[in-house]
C-alpha cells in the first residue's frame, strides 16, 4: 500500500513563501503522476500543480501559475511544492496524491489512487 506524507505546513503571512514536501513509500509499481491539491473550508478539493515523474513534466492552476513550482526527486521519492507571495486566500488543507496510470485528467481528485493526510497552511496577519 502506497503511503504518502506531507510536511512543512503552517502559519505564514501575507507576502511570504513556504515550501511544501510529500514523501513516497517505495513501491514495485509504476508512479506516473504526483500532484497537489488544496481543500479550504467548505470548500471542494482543487487542483494546485503537480508533475509527470518519469520526465518532469509540470502542470499548474490558473490560481498558483507564476508563483509556484513543483518539483521532485526520483531518488528520494520526494515531490516538493514552493509557492512565493502567498495570499489569505491560499489558506487551505494541502494534500499530495500519486495518480498511477495515465487515465483521467491530472487535475481530477477523482483521478488519483493514493492520497496523504494533508498539512494545513494558513496565510494570516
Known amino acids: 500500500q502506497e503511503q504518502l506524507v506531507e510536511s512543512g505546513g503552517g502559519l505564514v503571512q501575507p507576502g511570504d513563501s513556504l515550501r511544501l514536501s510529500c514523501s513516497a513509500s517505495?513501491?514495485?509499481?509504476?508512479?506516473?503522476?504526483m500532484g497537489w491539491f488544496r481543500q479550504a473550508p467548505g470548500k471542494d478539493r482543487e487542483f494546485v500543480g503537480g508533475?509527470?515523474?518519469?520526465?518532469?513534466?509540470?502542470l499548474y492552476a490558473d490560481s498558483v501559475k507564476g508563483r509556484s513550482t513543483v518539483s521532485r526527486d526520483i531518488t528520494a521519492r520526494t515531490m516538493w511544492l514552493q509557492m512565493s507571495s502567498l495570499k489569505p486566500e491560499d489558506t487551505a488543507v494541502y494534500y499530495c496524491?500519486?495518480?498511477?496510470?495515465?487515465?483521467?485528467?491530472?487535475?481530477?481528485?477523482?483521478?488519483?489512487?493514493?492520497w496523504g493526510q494533508g498539512t494545513q497552511v494558513t496565510v494570516s496577519s
Open positions: 517505495p513501491r514495485a509499481s509504476r508512479r506516473y503522476f
Open positions: 496524491a500519486e495518480k498511477s496510470g495515465f487515465d483521467g485528467s491530472d487535475s481530477d481528485p477523482s483521478a488519483y489512487n493514493y
Open positions: 508533475i509527470r515523474w518519469r520526465d518532469g513534466t509540470t
